[in-house]
Structure formats: structure tokens, C-alpha cells
């Protein structure tokens, strides 16, 4: 039987006070980039969370890069979750990037530390290890579906009982052409095998997580303090503005990765519907376009419609405060 989203225990700013529970045991699959750093961090900030894994995908920029940015991210962080080396490329089509977005580092200079330790997992034995061994209660993707689609493909049944959460796909207007999202663009052959697996699948797409802006206002000087991570959350906010300054007209950051960490953790701030999806495959403009289907053979997927978006950006900026704060002194 499938596990479905729930809301953990803790009180919060947002959602109020909650019987205590153990944390979800989450993996993260992602391809660091600037809001997915930021979507790390909210991870490790979340008590309703446990981060028991990373796994990178190539997408905003290639693997070795976003590779590299996990590792430096779990050294400024102090954590020690095991890091899985992904595709790097999609199963079909040609490989595309943004790093004319987040950059060729894949987080446009913003400075952090070198790796303490560089050592890395294959991500489908990570993956593996993780399914059959840690209990996950979900897995939250962050970018194209390469790596999961990968493991169905060989062993379609270990995804049982695990919850996808997957920021990606519209149904309305696209980010990287006029009909896609970028991490549908980027792999959708992989995301039609997902969606044929007939996993519980929970989608964060473009509707909602456009919504969801810290602008200039929301800041102020020192947003989050004076310690090394808090210099490193500002830069990325700041980075994320620059970046987004030509599509939105104003210094504001859109937190899509950040949106699939909160919708694991507090899925009561969004409202879902149970839509069948279908995905095109082919290369050219259509490629990547995410559609309702007709057909009855198709698994119903969570659609997030709806989301509460000025209290999420609340708690996402409350959440980092503290973490930024958790054991750092001015330096």
C-alpha cells in the first residue's frame, strides 16, 4: 500500500501547533542550481523531515557541476547524508542545460567551501540501497526524472510504497519554451515512464510554484544574520533575483525547488487535484509539453493546483533564519 503525503508533527509559523511525529525519511534527487541549494537547506531547517540521502541529476548545469555543489553544500552544512552521482544526460533526445540561468558553476559565484570529503555513491546503487534498506518514506525530485526512470526501468517494483514528490511540468505556460517546464523539457521520456509506472506521483508544477516570491522588501540587510550560512542563503537569494530580473522586471526569486520540500513536509498548503497526464516525447517545440490525458488507462497523478503562497514564503524565510542561525557566530 502506498504511503501518501501527511503533515509531520512539530509547531511552525505557518500551520500552527501538531502532534508530535518521527520524521519522513526523505532522498532528494536534484541538480544543484540555486534553488535547489536553497530546497537543500529548507531540507535540513524542516524537523518534519530527515534528509537520508542525495542523488544529482544532470540539468541546470552538467554532473560533474551539480555533483560538485551537493558536496560543497554538505560541508557548509556539517551534515554527512550520502551523495549518489547521477545521468548525466536524458534517455532519449539531446542534453540541454540552464546555465544561462543558474550559471556554469550552477550558482552564479556564489561562493562556497571546498569539499571536505569528495567521495560519491553511483546514484542508482544509492538508490537502491536506500529503498530496500532505510525505510524512505518519500522521494522528492528537484529536477529532470532521468534517475528514477532509470531504476523503474530495471526494477519497476522497488518504488512501492514510496511517495514521489516532483517539482516539474505545467499545464499552462512554460519556463523554457512555450508549452513545457524546464525538468519536463529536459528528460520527458523519463517522466513518461514514470507516469506509466503508476507510482504515487505528487506534482509540483509552474502553477503553483510562480506563486511563491521573495522580493527585495522581504529581505532587508542581513536577512538571516551574520554567519557563513547566512551570507550563503542571501547570496542565493540575491543570485536567484539577478537571474530571474530579465522574466519577472523586478529583483524577486521564485522558489520552485524549495515549493516540492515545503509540499513533503506541509502538504495542507496546497490543494491537489487527481488528474491523468500524458507527456510529449518527440524532439521539437512540442517536446516536454505536459497535457491532460483521456485515456482511463492512465495513473492518476496529484496535481498541485492551489497554494497558499504568501504563508509559505513566510515559513520558508522563518525556516532558514533558523537554520542559519542553529550552532553559527558572526565571523
Request: net charge negative; charged share 25%.
Amino acid at each position: 500500500m502506498s504511503r501518501t503525503l501527511r503533515a509531520s508533527g512539530t509547531d511552525d509559523p505557518v500551520a500552527g501547533p501538531r502532534a508530535p511525529r518521527s520524521p519522513q525519511r526523505i532522498l532528494l534527487d536534484t541538480d544543484p542550481g540555486l534553488d535547489d541549494l536553497l530546497a537543500l537547506a529548507l531540507a535540513l531547517a524542516s524537523p518534519e523531515l530527515e534528509l537520508a540521502a542525495v542523488t544529482t541529476v544532470a540539468g541546470n548545469a552538467p554532473i560533474e557541476t551539480v555533483t560538485e555543489n551537493a558536496l560543497r553544500f554538505r560541508s557548509l552544512a556539517g551534515a554527512d547524508f550520502p551523495i549518489g552521482c547521477g545521468a548525466s544526460g536524458p534517455l532519449a533526445l539531446r542534453t540541454v542545460h540552464a546555465t544561462e540561468f543558474h550559471g556554469s558553476d550552477g550558482r552564479r559565484g556564489v561562493p562556497m567551501p571546498e569539499p571536505e570529503d569528495t567521495r560519491t555513491a553511483p546514484a542508482a546503487e544509492l538508490l537502491v540501497e536506500c529503498l530496500r534498506g532505510c525505510s524512505i518514506d518519500r522521494i522528492v525530485a528537484l529536477g529532470p526524472l532521468t534517475n528514477l526512470a532509470a531504476l523503474l526501468r530495471k526494477q519497476p517494483r522497488l518504488l512501492e510504497g514510496v511517495d514521489l514528490v516532483w517539482m516539474g511540468g505545467t499545464l499552462s505556460r512554460g519556463n523554457v519554451t512555450e508549452l513545457a517546464e524546464f525538468n519536463c523539457y529536459a528528460d520527458p521520456e523519463a517522466v513518461a515512464v514514470v507516469l506509466d509506472a503508476r507510482v504515487s506521483l505528487h506534482v509540483i508544477g509552474l502553477e503553483v510554484t510562480s506563486r511563491l516570491v521573495v522580493r527585495e522588501l522581504d529581505l532587508g540587510p542581513e536577512p538571516f544574520g551574520r554567519g557563513r550560512r547566512a551570507r550563503f542563503l542571501e547570496g542565493l537569494l540575491r543570485a536567484l533575483m539577478e537571474a530571474e530580473r530579465a522574466s519577472l522586471g523586478e529583483d524577486a526569486a521564485v522558489l520552485h525547488d524549495p515549493a516540492a520540500v515545503i509540499a513533503a513536509s506541509h502538504p495542507e498548503l496546497f490543494r491537489f487535484e487527481d488528474l491523468e497526464l500524458a507527456v510529449r516525447v518527440e524532439e521539437g517545440p512540442a517536446r516536454g509539453h505536459l497535457t491532460r490525458a483521456g485515456s482511463a488507462n492512465r495513473c492518476k497523478v496529484r496535481y498541485a493546483a492551489e497554494v497558499q503562497a504568501d504563508r509559505i514564503v513566510e515559513f520558508f524565510l522563518a525556516r532558514l533564519r533558523s537554520w542559519a542561525g542553529a550552532g553559527e557566530t558572526p565571523d
